[in-house]
């Protein structure tokens, strides 16, 4: 099996369930994804993808669901 490649993000701005669902569909549809983890308490969110993905490709996905990604 190829070795997946692990990159964690802080999304400032969700508050419910519904919050979590648009952030892992948009960035679900990323190229090479395989698994989208997000903690609504912390913002962090884990993604799982077979080659790694750039700041610009998660940036334009999570801009996409309504939010935005805290550096």
Same mark, same amino acid.
């Given at each position: 099996?190829?070795?997946?490649?692990?990159?964690?993000?802080?999304?400032?701005?969700?508050?419910?369930?519904?919050?979590?669902?648009?952030?892992? @569909?948009?960035?679900?549809? /990323?190229? #090479?994804?395989?698994?989208?983890?997000?903690?609504? $308490?912390? %913002?962090?969110?884990? !993604? @799982?993808?077979?080659?790694? /993905?750039? #700041?610009?490709?998660?940036?334009?996905?999570?801009? $996409?669901? %309504?939010?935005?990604? !805290?550096?």
């Amino acid at each position: 099996m190829a070795e997946t490649t692990s990159t964690t993000i802080t999304v400032s701005g969700m508050t419910c369930g519904h919050c979590v669902s648009s952030v892992k @569909e948009e960035i679900g549809e /990323l190229p #090479g994804v395989t698994a989208v983890d997000v903690d609504l $308490e912390s %913002g962090r969110v884990q !993604v @799982e993808s077979l080659a790694p /993905l750039t #700041g610009a490709q998660l940036e334009a996905a999570v801009s $996409e669901a %309504g939010y935005e990604i !805290v550096a």
